[in-house]
């Protein structure tokens, strides 16, 4: 999924539940879920060949700063602006993505980080079509929204 997706999943669990205790395995346990369902994302390519790390690199780049803009956007408050809890939250939907990066980007796979990475990328299920994998993620987007 779109670091936009992950973000604003973790923002909303986070700002939801409330409870740090709740909110964190819910968060992280999301990721996995919605890596699991089909989508495209600016990694789709990677591990066959068909984007160069540097293009993904630069989009990620933007992916990271747009989902900063969309969890600023829906959860802002005028008083208060965003609280650091939903902040958190959108960190620890991009969590597992973080831990993976060195391996995506930079070839670097810390033997510590084998298990995990494996593990995410047993769960990870991508399409290189762009309409079939963002369909999912505007749905999740829009549901959040709502909801909130």
């Known amino acids: 999924m779109l670091s936009i997706s992950h973000a604003a999943t973790g923002a909303f669990l986070a700002a939801k539940l409330q409870n740090p205790v709740l909110y ?35 989009l990620e780049l933007i992916d990271l700063v747009l989902a900063i803009g969309v969890v600023f956007l829906m959860f802002r408050d005028s008083a208060v602006g965003v609280q650091p809890q939903i902040y958190f939250g959108a960190f620890l939907g991009l969590l597992p993505d973080f831990l993976e990066a060195p391996r995506n980007f930079f070839n670097w796979n810390p033997k510590f980080l084998k298990p995990l990475n494996s593990f995410h990328h047993s769960l990870h299920h991508s399409t290189p079509n762009v309409l079939r994998g963002l369909i999912p993620q505007v749905i999740l987007l829009a549901l959040l929204w709502a909801m909130k």
Do not use: C, Q
């Open 24 to 58: 964190i395995p819910a968060i992280l346990a999301s990721h996995y879920l919605e890596d699991w369902i089909l989508h495209w994302d600016v990694g789709t390519g990677l591990s066959n060949g068909t984007r160069k790390r540097s293009h993904a690199f630069v």
